[in-house]
């Protein structure tokens, strides 16, 4: 009898410290949104102001983002109100992983500027590695919640790690760029194939993680039939 009490105080606990971490994501998820919508303003200015191609392919990336981080929250929200919960979690959880493929197809010409070093950078080496230590920083977090996504036990908090990785990796490649620019005193073309090589297998791994996550959706939605 004592031994089943303890069980069940040890479940209780673990759902607790699963549900905590929930909301700890939709929380950061909150501030990477206005932070991302900050990116978004800006870069938009600087594309218009500028008539930057570079800023403008940007900016369209970051506005999916803020769409994609800001359509879960809400939903989150919206979601204890409905008479079928599990219905509207998998419903929407589709349709954000389908809204993922506009997202990688919004990458192609950013990362295509970037391997050609046609990227309006201008950027001393100094600056570049301080942006390099909060790179690996967002990265090595983004990449420890992508694994303790697993216990999760919101789908829609899933997601929102994936989507934080995703732009994780993005800020790998930015960060890339940067890092060439800044370094290689204008003769960055001689590093286009290695820039080429390494920008195509995170994009293919943006791709694989967007296709897992479709493929969710539809298991999903198979589930329910």
């Not at 600056?127 to 829609?156: G, Q």
């Not at 073309?189 to 090589?197: D, F, R």
Request: proline share 2%.
């Amino acid at each position: 009898m004592h031994a089943g009490r303890t069980l069940h105080k040890n479940k209780e606990l673990i759902g607790t410290q699963k549900t905590e971490y929930d909301s700890g994501t939709f929380k950061s998820a909150a501030g990477a949104l206005a932070i991302t919508l900050v990116f978004a303003i800006y870069n938009g200015f600087l594309g218009m102001r500028h008539a930057s191609l570079w800023h403008g392919t940007i900016c369209a990336y970051y506005i999916i983002l803020v769409i994609l981080r800001g359509t879960i929250i809400i939903a989150e929200r919206m979601i204890p109100r409905s008479k079928d919960i599990d219905v509207s979690v998998n419903t929407v959880y589709q349709k954000i992983s389908f809204l993922l493929l506009i997202l990688n197809c919004s990458l192609v010409l950013p990362v295509s500027l970037m391997v050609m070093q046609k990227t309006p950078v201008s950027m001393t080496l100094t600056p570049a590695i301080a942006i390099a230590v909060y790179t690996t920083y967002k990265v090595a977090k983004a990449s420890v919640n992508l694994v303790r996504r697993r216990i999760s036990t919101n789908n829609l908090a899933r997601l929102l790690r994936t989507i934080t990785f995703i732009d994780a990796l993005v800020s790998i490649l930015t960060l890339q760029n940067t890092l060439i620019i800044a370094a290689s005193d204008g003769d960055g073309l001689k590093l286009m194939p290695l820039t080429a090589i390494s920008s195509l297998v995170v994009w293919v791994v943006i791709l694989l993680l967007s296709a897992g996550e479709i493929r969710n959706g539809i298991r999903q939605r198979k589930s329910r039939k």
